[in-house]
C-alpha cells in the first residue's frame, strides 16, 4: 500500500532554516503529484507548495514563495521542504501529500489528494 512518512521536524527559532524530509513507498513515485500541505493550531490545512507529475513545475503559495524550496528525486522516491527565514507564522504540522490524476486547477485543493503522510511538527519560537 501506499506509505508516507514525514521527518525533519523541530522546535527553530526564527529567521533559522530547517529541511523536512517525505519518503513514499507502495507507489510509482514518478507518475504522481506531490505536494506539501500545513496546519496551524486552530486554523484549516493549507497548500504551502506541490510538484507536478512527470517531470512538471514546482508550485508555492504566496507565502512560501521565495522563502521555501520543494524538491523532488524519483529516484529515491523522496520530496523535501527546503524552510528558510522561518517565521513564528509558519509553526504548523507539515504534511506531505500524492495523488496520480490530480489536473493543474486542483493542485492547491487538499481534498484533491489521496494519500497523505502523518505529519511533522515544526515550531518557530524565540
Known amino acids: 500500500q501506499v506509505q508516507l512518512v514525514e521527518s525533519g521536524g523541530g522546535l527553530v527559532q526564527p529567521g533559522d532554516s530547517l529541511t523536512l524530509s517525505c519518503a513514499a513507498s507502495?507507489?510509482?513515485?514518478?507518475?504522481?503529484?506531490v505536494a506539501w500541505f500545513r496546519q496551524a493550531p486552530g486554523k484549516e490545512r493549507e497548500f504551502v507548495a506541490a510538484i507536478f507529475r512527470n517531470g512538471g513545475r514546482t508550485y508555492y503559495s504566496d507565502s512560501a514563495k521565495g522563502r521555501f524550496t520543494a524538491a523532488r528525486d524519483n529516484a529515491k522516491n523522496t520530496l523535501s521542504l527546503q524552510m528558510n527565514n522561518l517565521k513564528p507564522e509558519d509553526t504548523a504540522v507539515y504534511y506531505c501529500?500524492?495523488?496520480?490524476?490530480?489536473?493543474?486547477?486542483?493542485?492547491?485543493?487538499?481534498?484533491?489528494?489521496?494519500?497523505w503522510g502523518q505529519g511533522t511538527q515544526v515550531t518557530v519560537s524565540s
Open positions: 507502495g507507489l510509482t513515485f514518478r507518475a504522481y503529484t
Open positions: 501529500a500524492a495523488d496520480r490524476s490530480l489536473i493543474l486547477s486542483s493542485i492547491t485543493t487538499e481534498g484533491q489528494y489521496d494519500y
